[in-house]
C-alpha cells in the first residue's frame, strides 16, 4: 500500500466515518417526533392540559345535559310537553357545544403547531379555554381548570 493511501486509512476514514454517523444520527433525530420541537416544551405540557381538561368538559357537560334531560322528561305530563322541555334544553345546552367545539378548535391548531415544531398561539387557546370556563360556569359545570390559561373566576 502506498504512503498516501495508509494516511487515507489511517486519519481521513476515521473522520469521514464519523462525520457520516454523525449526519445520521442528526437526520433520526429531526425526523422522530418531538426531538424538533424541543424550543416549545414549555408549551406542549399547557396545550395538552387543555386538552385533557377539554375532554373532561365533554363528559361532564354530557351527563349534565342528560341528568337535566331525564328531569324534564320525569316532570312532563304529556309527550308534546316532553318535546318542548327537551327542545328548550337543547337550546340552552347548545351554547356550551359551541364553547367545548371552539375550544377544541383551538387546541388543535395549538397542536399541530406543536407538531410542526412551531410555538402554538397560546393566546387564540386561552381565549377559547377561558370562554368555555365562563360558558359552563353559567350552565354550573365545573370545568377542570388550568392554570397557565390565565382565566379569572
Known amino acids: 500500500m502506498s504512503r498516501a493511501a495508509a494516511v487515507f486509512w ?8 464519523v462525520l457520516v454517523l454523525a449526519g445520521m444520527a ?6 422522530v417526533p418531538g426531538c424538533g420541537s424541543a424550543p416549545h416544551r414549555v408549551e406542549q405540557p399547557i396545550v395538552e392540559a387543555a386538552a385533557v381538561s377539554g375532554d373532561a368538559a365533554v363528559r361532564l357537560v354530557g351527563d349534565a345535559e342528560r341528568r337535566e334531560g331525564l328531569r324534564v322528561i320525569e316532570a312532563s305530563g304529556s309527550l308534546a310537553e316532553a318535546r318542548e ?8 345546552w ?8 371552539a375550544l377544541a378548535v383551538a387546541q388543535d391548531i395549538a397542536a399541530e403547531a406543536l407538531e410542526a415544531g412551531e410555538p402554538p398561539d397560546l393566546v387564540a387557546l386561552g381565549r377559547a379555554f377561558c370562554s368555555a370556563l365562563e360558558v359552563l360556569g353559567a350552565l354550573d359545570v365545573e370545568l377542570p381548570g388550568v392554570p397557565a390559561m390565565g382565566c379569572a373566576k
Open 94 to 101: 347548545s351554547v356550551a357545544w359551541a364553547a367545548l367545539d
Open 85 to 92: 322541555g327537551l327542545e328548550a334544553l337543547e337550546a340552552r
Open 26 to 31: 442528526l437526520a433520526i433525530a429531526l425526523a
Open 10 to 17: 489511517d486519519v481521513f476514514a476515521p473522520v469521514l466515518i
